[in-house]
Each structure stands twice: as structure tokens, then as C-alpha cells.
């Protein structure tokens, strides 16, 4: 649960997204990381993080814009599935993509999350997964 890894058999899936982007023109890209339930708030949001910017290296390999995507880490706030069982945590371990649209035709509002671009400083601290919410323990 602890990875932020994308898996070969998502670059077809990638590629698509890129020769949409190409298509259709869109103003930009948001991309949703999402965790599953185990690690702590901190810690999850730093994984979905993680997460949605490993998506977006790939994409940006694949010719997109990287000025034009933007990321945001959900951690365990937005599951897909309900459920503690391995199935639900592999559905819920997953990045989403939200195509902005060009002016006058935008989707709804991004969550009030943490958004992040590529060049953060902390990216490779990983925070402690067991530490309470006050922080006290693990680094974020």
C-alpha cells in the first residue's frame, strides 16, 4: 500500500489520455490521487500525492504539457468502494483524471485539497504511516 508506482499495463491507458489531450484541446488536466484506508490522514495524503505525480511524469513523457496539469492528493477522503478487505484497497489505491475543459465550459470545483507540482523540495520524505494526526511522530 505503500507505493506510488505506475504499472506498465496503465501506459496504454496513459497514452489514450495523451492523444485525447491532443484532440480535444483542453485547457488542462487535473490529477486525483487517492489512498486506501491504512497509513494515517498525513501520511495518505502524502502517498496520493505521490501518486498523481507519477501519472503525470508519464504523461508528460508522452508529449502533454506539464505546465497544463496539476495534481492534488485526496488521500483516503474520496474511497470508491466501502470496505478494510484487500479487494476494497486495491479499488480505492488509484489516480483519477479531470479534463478542464476550455473557458465557459469548466466541471465542477477542485476539493479543497493539497495540490502540488512536480518540484516540491519534501517529495522524498515519507511520512511515518502510524503516526497520530497531531504529527508528533514521522515527518510529512
Known sequence: FEQARVRHRAFP?????????????WRG??????ADVRGNETFNLWLSV????AAKAILVR?????????VAGLGSLRPRVAGTGERAYQQNRRVEFVAL??????????PAVETTSLGDADDDKLPDPTAEPDGETGTP
Do not use: C, N, Y
Open 101 to 110: 475543459l476550455r473557458p465557459g465550459l469548466t466541471p465542477m470545483p477542485a
Open 13 to 25: 491507458v496513459l497514452q489514450a489520455i495523451a492523444e485525447l489531450w491532443r484532440q480535444q484541446a
Open 29 to 34: 488536466m487535473r490529477i486525483e490521487g487517492h
Open 50 to 53: 505521490r501518486r498523481a505525480k
Open 62 to 70: 508522452f508529449g502533454m504539457d506539464g505546465s497544463r496539469i496539476e
